[in-house]
C-alpha cells in the first residue's frame, strides 16, 4: 500500500523559504509512469497546483508560483521535497504531497498525504 | 490556464436523492477530468478519472459524463458518507487547475 508523509515546519516567518518534504512508502518515486506532485489548499478555499516532478526527475511547476517554487527529490531515501521562497501570509494553507498517475495520460491524483498546516507569521 | 467551473457551489440533498454536479472548461479538454472528494480535515480522495473510469472500491452509485467543456458527476442515491465537498480537476495540459469545488450538505 502506497502512503505519503508531509513534514516540515508548521510556522513560517515573512520572507523566508518553506521547506517541505513528502516522505514515500510502498511504491519509489522513480518508478515509470507515476509524477509526484504538491498541491495547496488556502483557508476555506479550494486546491491550488503548486508542481510535479516526473519520474525522470523533471519539474513542472505553475506559471503563479514558478519564480518562487522549486521541487526536488532523493531517490536514495525516497522523497520529494518543495521549497516555497519569500513566503507571505498568502501562502498560508495546508501543503499536500500527492502521486500522479501519468501512464494513463489522465494525470489523476491517486494517492495522497495527509497534508501540513503551515502558516505565515512574524 | 484552463479554467475550471463547478456548479452548483453547493447543494443540499436527502439520503437516498439524485444529484448531479457539473464542471465546466474553458476550453475543450477532451475526457482529461478527474473528479474528487474531500472529507472536513481530509485530503482529497480520487473517485472518477478519465471522465467516467471509476477508481478501483469507489461505490458504483457515483458515476461521471462527459467530453470536450462539459462534465457531469452523479450520484445515483446519496448516502450518509457522501456528504462531503467535490471537484472537478483538468489534466488536459499544465498548469493542471481544479474547479472551485461543490458541498454536498445534508438537507
Known amino acids: 500500500q502506497v502512503q505519503l508523509q508531509e513534514s516540515g515546519p508548521g510556522l513560517v516567518k515573512p520572507s523566508h523559504t518553506l521547506s517541505l518534504t513528502c516522505s514515500v512508502s510502498?511504491?519509489?518515486?522513480?518508478?515509470?509512469?507515476?509524477?509526484w506532485t504538491w498541491i495547496r489548499q488556502l483557508p476555506g478555499k479550494g486546491l491550488e497546483w503548486i508542481g510535479y516532478?516526473?519520474?525522470?526527475?523533471?519539474?513542472f511547476y505553475s506559471p503563479s508560483l514558478k519564480s518562487r517554487a522549486s521541487i526536488s527529490w532523493d531517490t536514495a531515501k525516497n522523497h520529494f521535497s518543495l521549497k516555497l521562497t519569500s513566503m507571505t501570509a498568502a501562502d498560508t494553507a495546508v501543503y499536500f504531497c500527492?502521486?500522479?498517475?501519468?501512464?494513463?495520460?489522465?494525470?489523476?491524483?491517486?494517492?495522497w498525504g495527509q497534508g501540513t498546516q503551515v502558516t505565515v507569521s512574524s | 490556464d484552463i479554467q475550471m467551473t463547478q456548479s452548483p457551489s453547493s447543494l443540499s440533498a436527502s439520503v437516498g436523492d439524485r444529484i448531479s454536479i457539473t464542471c465546466r472548461s474553458s476550453?475543450?479538454?477532451?475526457?482529461?477530468l478527474n473528479w474528487y472528494q474531500q472529507k472536513p480535515g481530509k485530503a482529497p480522495s480520487l473517485l472518477i478519472s478519465?471522465?467516467?473510469t471509476l477508481q478501483s472500491g469507489v461505490p458504483l452509485r457515483f458515476s461521471g459524463s462527459g467530453s470536450g467543456t462539459d462534465f457531469t458527476l452523479t450520484i445515483s442515491s446519496v448516502q450518509p458518507e457522501d456528504f462531503a465537498t467535490y471537484y472537478c480537476?483538468?489534466?488536459?495540459?499544465?498548469?493542471?487547475?481544479f474547479g472551485g469545488g461543490t458541498k454536498v450538505e445534508i438537507k
Open positions: 516532478m516526473s519520474y525522470s526527475g523533471s519539474a
Open positions: 480537476q483538468q489534466s488536459y495540459g499544465p498548469p493542471i487547475t
Open positions: 478519465g471522465a467516467s
Open positions: 500527492a502521486r500522479v498517475q501519468s501512464a494513463s495520460g489522465y494525470y489523476a491524483l491517486d494517492v
Open positions: 476550453q475543450s479538454i477532451s475526457s482529461y
Open positions: 510502498g511504491d519509489s518515486i522513480t518508478s515509470t509512469g507515476y509524477y
